[in-house]
T-cell receptor, first 114, second 116 residues
């Protein structure tokens, strides 16, 4: 069990550019989540996949954000036309189809928009 | 919408002592799950303990235990025999048992300092 991995770990981009992050969940985990965490705050839920289906989206997920999980394995989160307010840690978590629906988090991707 | 409140931004405890972190939540649902997560500095979030709302018995995991008071909507975390490695941000989180509401709602966290 290698844990949830995320790539890249750090991303610096200029305002207006597009960025894409990748998340690889723990194998056999059919649930995958994206969160955003800003400094001094708890994570905020963005979106949820069960297998390849995107079942839940937060109001925080504006039109500039899109997430995919095409084959029910890895997932990507794309932010178009980045703004300085998008600077945050983007966390991915996965969960198995059994148990109390606990979620296991990856190390995150820290995005800085200059 | 559910909310989770952690009223202690920072707590400090002597090594080997016991500390309790507070968490309250607001919900109109009767079935849900509660979690405590630990986030060490510059490291990833780790699940510490979980509690199903339908279970009256408080969950325990080694030195970690919870005091779940459903009527009061309170879910505190007790850490016994505190160790230096317990130093971290601790987040309380809520998950609805309702289908289609799988995302966790987190509190703002409590920064736990362990004094050697």
């Amino acid at each position: 069990d290698t844990g949830v991995s995320q790539d890249p770990r750090h991303k610096i981009t200029k305002r207006g550019q597009n960025v894409t992050f990748r998340c690889d969940p723990i194998s056999e985990h059919n649930r995958l989540y994206w969160y955003r965490q800003t400094l001094g705050q708890g994570p905020e839920f963005l979106t949820y996949f069960q297998n390849e289906a995107q079942l839940e989206k937060s109001r925080l997920l504006s039109d500039r954000f899109s997430a995919e999980r095409p084959k029910g394995s890895f997932s990507t989160l794309e932010i178009q036309r980045t703004e300085q307010g998008d600077s945050a840690m983007y966390l991915c978590a996965s969960g198995p189809p059994w148990g109390a629906y606990e979620q296991y988090f990856g190390p995150g991707t820290r995005l800085t928009v200059t | 919408a559910q909310t989770v409140t952690q009223s202690q931004p920072e707590m400090s405890v002597q090594e080997a002592e016991t500390v309790t972190l507070s968490c309250t939540y607001d919900t109109s649902e009767s079935d849900y799950y509660l979690f405590w997560y630990k986030q060490p500095p510059s490291r990833q979030m780790i699940l510490v303990i979980r509690q199903e709302a339908y279970k009256q018995q408080n969950a325990t995991e080694n030195r970690f235990s919870v005091n779940f008071q459903k009527a009061a909507k309170s879910f505190s975390l007790k850490i016994s025999d505190s160790q230096l490695g317990d130093a971290a941000m601790y987040f309380c989180a809520y998950r609805s048992a309702r289908g289609g509401a799988d995302g966790l709602t987190f509190g703002k966290g409590t920064h736990l300092i362990i004094q050697p």
